[in-house]
């Protein structure tokens, strides 16, 4: 891609992802993602009126004295894009799925910008091809959105897995840590458990409609992206049609339910469909938690 038509495209999304970022995500986002809580300041000497549950026994043993642990709010969040940029995702009957995730993840990158936290960006195909450490401002946001667009992977198939594990490795601070993927990938769980041990995990599942039912069009020759093999379908068969959606449908809801065991949420969108509902759906389900 030219430097011209790369700049071109970058700032299509930055306009085009303003009004999500204004209408919808940012104030979720600050809301649901505002602090990830207390961490440890420093002990001083116990005065009158601290709470007793505070006290640091262990030093206040050693000095004779009693001593209390001071916390205050974490409000810097590290926020990490992790961008599945495998051959799969180039597919899209309307939009490819990887356009899609791109601007779901500018969104979410503006809006974290917005709030003062800092983000890093991975991706993947069968391995992290291209990784940056979380930074604060604008200017490294831009950076990640030329680097998300500009990007050309080397490698054509899908290890999630792999991924996640080096992840897990180099992500030291706990994160929030957003997956855009369509999750064709080898078993990937035990992995995707480690990392939710230690951070929050949101998955976003991108599918594409020819994805979820065929069209009426006789013989048609389907190919896999990835391995290359191809296999001849006649599409007119209502039988081969209705099996085809029922395992995609199948594969789906057993996905879902297995992030579920493992506390991981997962956001399904549809690159022929607007995400906001899904969108919004999601983030109202993160407050009721909160509130809980």
């Not at 961490?39 to 009693?66: C, K, L």
């Not at 391995?227 to 879902?256: C, P, Y």
Request: net charge positive.
């Amino acid at each position: 891609m030219e430097t011209k038509d790369l700049l071109a495209r970058v700032r299509t999304l930055e306009i085009k992802t303003h009004l999500l970022v204004e209408g919808l995500l940012q104030g979720a986002y600050t809301s649901v993602f505002k602090g990830r809580g207390m961490e440890f300041s420093e002990v001083r000497e116990y005065s009158y009126g601290d709470d007793i549950r505070s006290i640091d026994w262990n030093v206040s043993a050693r000095m004779d004295h009693p001593y209390v642990k001071e916390f205050v709010e974490e409000r810097d969040l590290d926020v990490y894009l992790v961008l599945d940029a495998s051959a799969s995702n180039l597919f899209g009957s309307q939009k490819s799925k990887l356009d899609s995730a791109l601007e779901l993840a500018c969104a979410i990158l503006f809006s974290a910008i917005r709030n003062h936290d800092s983000v890093g960006l991975a991706l993947f195909t069968n391995r992290i091809e291209r990784f940056f450490a979380p930074r604060k401002g604008r200017k490294h946001a831009m950076r990640l959105v030329r680097e998300m667009v500009g990007y050309v992977p080397k490698e054509k198939s899908t290890d999630l897995g792999a991924s996640l594990r080096y992840l897990s490795k180099i992500a030291r601070k706990r994160s929030v840590i957003f997956i855009l993927s369509d999750f064709f990938s080898p078993d990937f769980l035990d992995s995707m458990r480690k990392l939710r041990s230690k951070h929050d995990v949101i998955c976003v599942n991108f599918s594409d409609l020819r994805e979820h039912e065929l069209p009426d069009v006789g013989y048609i020759r389907l190919e896999d992206s990835e391995t290359g093999e191809k296999m001849l379908v006649n599409t007119s068969d209502s039988h081969f049609r209705a099996q085809f959606t029922l395992l995609l449908r199948k594969r789906q809801e057993i996905l879902r339910k297995q992030l579920a065991r493992i506390r991981v949420d997962m956001i399904t969108l549809r690159s022929d469909e607007s995400y906001e509902t899904p969108l919004r759906s999601f983030f109202r389900m993160r407050e009721r938690r909160m509130v809980r």
